[in-house]
């Protein structure tokens, strides 16, 4: 492979090669996580491909037969002459040919005016550029250099590419936070949040909790932490994804740094690089790495370290677009079933899957298309746009006229020179719009009090703002919200609104005049339509409308008292308590007297229903889950969602249970509800009077239920008794192990899985010393209070009330 080296070129090959065996034995170090904050040289480069051109930052790919002009834009001061090497390399274990490396002198005049053209031959796979001083056999010593390792310079051109691209992503994110603080700081929250989903940045969310003035510091330090890993990113440097290389990069993004912290894959592709090319060096020469962010046709240089003139000398290696088939934006809508409005003039289509798509020009002249009538394509322009969070249409040239009401469009765009329709969205045109109120808000405008009403139409995604006008009067402002696609939800005050018609006022995106809606405004008086109440309760049911306005009840001469008013299914429902067991007989016929607040008396006749069944708790056992957990809970009061309850219940009314009888155990708002039989073996008799209920909550409710539960009886007919508290169902973190440093001063470090479901944890059990678990915690390790010996104290997310203990082995500190 070699063979045609001087003796010399034979030594530098195999410095080389031992310096490449020495390189899995190499420990990471924090130093070597550069930054490339040093400007470098510039190159101006644009790519033709069958007549088309395009600069290099639209250039995703290299094809074979891709005529690529490259121009060194130095300064005519320039004092040391660079020679610009361009070389074609076709992987790890084909060295190139001596004729796939092309030579121009920077100093030359034809070449500083007019650059070169290179052809990318067949089989060609990787494009490097090499920035060197002028040497005497300086060419010849490089090209065999590369020809004697190519593998060393093959992984040098895939993570010059992996970490240009990552680095676009945090230079786009950057640059938006800086900007906008200085700008608008009260956009700064909303801004960062859609751009660390478009670019897959990790946002510290506690940054949002300082001052104005200090968030966007907060948001920018630790930037070698920011940029998350993206599966797009990767396929673009298609040998990135499997082998060695990508084990490396792996296995460097989840080393812990000392002080916490992890290494992104950013910073695992930079230390990764920065191990090889600085174990390659000669007694000429040594390689610096160069990241190359374009700008139009303008290659901008980014050094990690300041290039050298005298022995060794540097050579500046720069990573080009990878010789490959394009690896198209996997964008997809994240939302498939919204829907959009075409005369929005913030359209903003949401996108995920392709940071890449927000941070670089590779992608580039968007259009939504939308098919018009008569079977034409319409095609509104559209842009990327990262602190919008998605992709943002120009509808201004839109004729609504040309189509359809509900139209699906469809997003295209060109990767570098290549075409490609990304995902689709439901779109509405408002040309003429009928707005409808809901049935279920049918006569629900009623004045003297605040109400909602609900508009339904096509088009209600279009509403702009909506305002309410009575009579004579000037329009009044009203708070509104999309409720669904085709609905509104609106708020309209009518406490001291006459009864009447009123206009709704809806102004949708585009239109000089608001579209009205009149509604009719009722005054009404209370209505009752039923009282519901059983032999031997104390607070009974009166269903109607209005019934604010109810202000005493008085059954058979026992006065019940207005308990609780709320609105069910578009009636008022008035809960009433009785001070004492009201005296009633199971069928009996009663005549209630309802006392409104203007003075009326309204009569409504009601039948006493029979009485309903009714339990106590006798006792209950709470058992953990067989998997031991390091968390001890504090009181028999907590149930872990995996562990189970045992409870003994006593049957009052009746006095005897059927075996027929059910306990019904169910969360406050009854998302979660199981009922427990003999039948299934969940119910079992101790004797006539007293039986056992076993529950197991995850396998009843799953592993999304939490909070407080209760039970009741619900007897043989059906009746249901009331509710009794029995539990509160609490979710329990997976805590590993405690390490600590050597420095009593210093926290330890937590490690677990679902520590998301911790509230905070102290050293104390009075929690003077905790540290708050954030919402949203995703990680799998957190800093903490050295523990008192091996025990630590938590609360629980779902019960904060509560201190618990954690006993869990403290280990030292990996080093």
């Known amino acids: 492979m070699i063979g045609d080296i001087s003796i010399v070129q034979k030594i530098a090959a195999r410095t080389i090669l031992v310096g490449l065996a020495t390189l899995g034995a190499t420990h990471t170090a924090r130093g070597e996580a ?19 051109s395009l600069p290099i930052s639209e250039t995703a790919n290299f094809q074979p037969g891709d005529r690529i002009w490259i121009h060194p834009d130095l300064p005519e001061s ?4 660079y020679l610009m090497i361009v070389a074609f390399l076709r992987g790890s274990t084909n060295p190139p040919p001596e004729d796939w490396f092309t030579r121009a002198e920077t100093w030359n005049k034809k070449v500083r005016q007019e650059g070169i053209m290179v052809t990318v031959p067949a089989e060609a796979q990787q494009v490097l550029v090499f920035l060197a001083p002028e040497t005497t056999g300086g060419f010849s010593t490089l090209r065999t250099a590369v020809r004697a390792v190519p593998g060393v310079f093959v992984r040098a051109s895939q993570d010059l590419n992996q970490a240009g691209l990552y680095r676009s992503r945090l230079e786009k994110y950057l640059s938006v936070v800086r900007e906008t603080s200085d700008t608008d700081p009260k956009e700064l929250r909303e801004r960062s949040v859609q751009m660390a989903k478009t670019l897959g940045i990790r946002l510290d969310q506690q940054c949002f909790d300082r001052p ?33 290389s990508s084990d490396l990069i792996g296995a460097i993004s989840t080393t812990p740094m000392a002080g916490g912290g992890f290494y992104s894959a950013y910073v695992g592709a930079v230390v990764d690089l920065a191990r090889l090319l600085g174990n390659i060096h000669t007694a000429e020469f040594q390689y610096i790495p160069a990241l190359a962010m374009p700008d139009g046709e303008q290659l901008n240089l980014h050094l990690n370290n300041p290039p050298s003139f005298r022995n060794p000398k540097s050579v500046i290696v720069v990573g080009l677009p990878a010789v490959e088939a394009p690896q198209l934006p996997p964008l997809r809508n994240p939302s498939v ?20 798509v927000f941070s670089t020009d590779i992608a580039h002249d968007f259009v939504l298309s939308l098919p ?5 394509q319409v095609e509104l322009p559209a842009k990327a746009d990262a602190a919008r969070g998605g992709i943002v249409v120009d509808a201004r040239k839109a004729e609504a006229a040309e189509l359809d009401t509900q139209v699906v469009g469809t997003l295209r765009g060109n990767w570098g020179f290549e075409t490609f329709a990304g995902p689709s969205f439901h779109i509405r045109n408002a040309q003429r719009v009928d707005w409808t109120v809901a049935a279920k808000d049918q006569g629900a405008l009623i004045v003297g009090r605040d109400d909602t009403l609900h508009l339904e139409s096509m088009c209600a995604v279009c509403a702009e703002k909506v305002s309410l006008k009575m009579g004579d009067t000037s329009e009044s402002k009203l708070n509104w919200k999309s409720s669904g696609n085709n609905e509104l939800e609106i ?10 018609q009123v206009k709704l006022l809806v102004q949708r995106f585009g239109q000089a005049h608001p579209d009205e809606v009149t509604v009719q405004a009722f005054s009404e008086a209370a209505k009752l339509d039923d ?8 607070q009974g049911v009166l269903e109607g409308t209005r019934l604010d306005e109810v202000k005493s009840f008085e059954l058979n001469g026992i006065d019940f008292a207005p308990a609780k008013l709320a609105r069910a299914d578009r009636k008022d429902v008035l809960y009433l308590a009785a001070p004492e067991t009201a005296s009633f007989r199971a069928e009996q016929n009663l005549v209630a007297r309802v006392g409104l607040k203007d003075g009326r008396v309204l009569n409504l006749q009601t039948t006493v229903r029979p009485a309903r069944p009714r339990v106590s708790l006798v006792s209950k056992s709470v058992l953990a889950s067989s998997s031991t957990s390091a968390i001890r809970l504090a009181n028999q009061d907590m149930l872990p969602q995996d562990g189970r309850i045992s409870f003994f219940v006593k049957s009052e009314l009746p006095e005897k249970f059927s075996h027929s009888e059910k306990i019904e155990v169910a969360s406050e708002d009854e998302a979660f509800r199981v009922t427990l039989s003999v039948a299934d073996g969940t119910l079992v008799m101790q004797d006539t009077e007293t039986a056992l209920a076993i529950l197991e909550p995850l396998k009843s409710f799953g592993p999304s239920a939490f909070g407080a539960l209760r039970f009741r009886a619900i007897s043989e007919e059906g009746g249901k008794g009331d509710w009794i508290p029995l539990v509160k169902l609490v979710r329990l973190p997976t805590l590993k192990e405690i390490r600590c440093p050597d420095s009593p001063d210093k926290q330890c470090r937590l490690s677990g899985s679902n520590l998301f479901l911790l509230e905070s944890v102290a050293s104390d059990p009075q929690f003077a010393h905790n540290v708050p678990v954030p919402a949203g915690f995703a990680d799998t390790s957190l800093n903490v209070p050295r523990p008192n010996g091996t025990i630590l104290y938590v609360k629980l997310r779902d019960e ?16």
């Open 800 to 815: 904060p009330a509560a201190g618990n203990m954690a006993v869990l082995p403290v280990l030292p500190e990996d080093r």
């Open 531 to 538: 009282f519901t109440i059983s032999v031997g309760d104390k």
């Open 78 to 81: 320039q004092s040391v002459r």
């Open 372 to 376: 018009a009538k008569g079977g034409k």
């Open 212 to 244: 104005v003035e200090q968030q966007a510091s907060c948001l920018t330090q630790n930037t070698d932490r920011l940029v998350l890993d993206d599966g797009h990113s990767q396929s673009v440097v298609a040998a990135m994804t499997t082998g060695p």
């Open 491 to 500: 708020h309209i005050p009518m406490k001291d609104a006459p009864a009447g």
């Open 337 to 356: 079933d919204q829907v959009f409005c075409l005369q929005n003039p913030s359209l903003v289509l949401p996108v995920e899957g392709a940071p890449l």
């Open 34 to 52: 550069a930054t490339f904050d040093l400007t470098g040289p510039r190159v101006e480069m644009k790519v033709s491909r069958s007549g088309k």
